[in-house]
């Protein structure tokens, strides 16, 4: 299965400003995953990176917000912009199983924003 | 995705066998059922999926009904380290290969005691 490098593993940051988090793929993927873990919450589906398209968004997710660049098919960026509070979770990245049949799916080990 | 039924938690005594269920009622012919656990402030992290049959990994089991309307998943010799939030997944699949995004549920979260 896949090995993900996420970077940061965590940071606080001041309401305003963004912060640009970043998953390296030790493959090539077409398809990347973007997902949000709000405070003692499940996992929530922020979009779906392919590379060489724009992201699709999932409801109540907007590209203002969460831009997403996917320049290759080992690497993409997720911004959290204009932060506030609101936005202090656990950010992760996913990539699908290779191969028939697959391993499930990977995560980054994820990046634990706090605002403040 | 098929819309998956947990229990939200379940506690196991260390050294037994933990066994965690899931309904997926709605799950169509070709889909399979996914686990995984999220173990605190990490990624989540696969476990084992099946079609059909029962499956059998060196982490775990999984036992599905025959009319595939529900699942188990069995932790052999649970410890301490197996104590995490377990999720039961039906994802969107063609052909045994997974694609598409995931729906995470709430999960069960599991309490493994000494």
């Known amino acids: 299965s896949a090995v993900i490098s996420q970077k940061p593993s965590r940071d606080i940051c001041q309401r305003g400003t963004s912060l640009t988090i970043q998953c390296q793929v030790d493959?090539?993927?077409?398809?990347m995953f973007w997902y949000r873990q709000q405070p003692g919450q499940s996992l929530t589906l922020i979009a779906t990176?392919?590379?060489?398209?724009?992201?699709?968004?999932e409801s109540g997710f907007v590209i203002d917000k969460f831009p997403i660049s996917r320049p290759n098919l080992t690497f993409s960026t997720l911004t959290v912009s204009n932060m506030s509070p609101e936005d202090s979770s656990i950010y992760l990245c996913?990539?699908?199983?290779?191969?028939?049949?697959?391993?499930?799916?990977?995560f980054g080990s994820g990046t634990r924003l706090t605002v403040v | 995705d098929a819309k998956t039924t947990q229990p939200p938690s379940m506690d196991c005594a260390e050294g037994r066998a933990a066994n965690l269920p899931c309904n997926h009622s709605?799950?169509?012919?070709?889909?399979?059922v996914y686990w995984y656990r999220q173990i605190h402030s990490q990624g989540p992290q696969y476990i084992i999926h099946?079609?059909?049959n029962n499956e059998t990994n060196e982490m775990a089991s999984l036992i599905i009904t025959e009319d595939r309307k529900s699942s188990t998943l069995i932790l052999p010799h649970a410890t301490l380290r197996d104590t995490a939030v377990y999720y039961c997944?039906?994802?969107?699949?063609?052909?045994?290969?997974?694609?598409?995004?995931?729906?995470f549920g709430q999960g069960t979260i599991l309490t493994v005691h000494p």
């Open positions: 996913s990539v699908p199983g290779t191969g028939t049949p697959d391993y499930g799916y990977t």
């Open positions: 493959s090539q993927v077409t398809m």
């Open positions: 997944i039906v994802p969107a699949s063609a052909g045994g290969t997974s694609y598409g995004k995931l729906t």
């Open positions: 709605t799950i169509s012919g070709n889909e399979y």
């Open positions: 099946g079609l059909k």
């Open positions: 990176a392919n590379q060489g398209s724009e992201a699709t968004y």
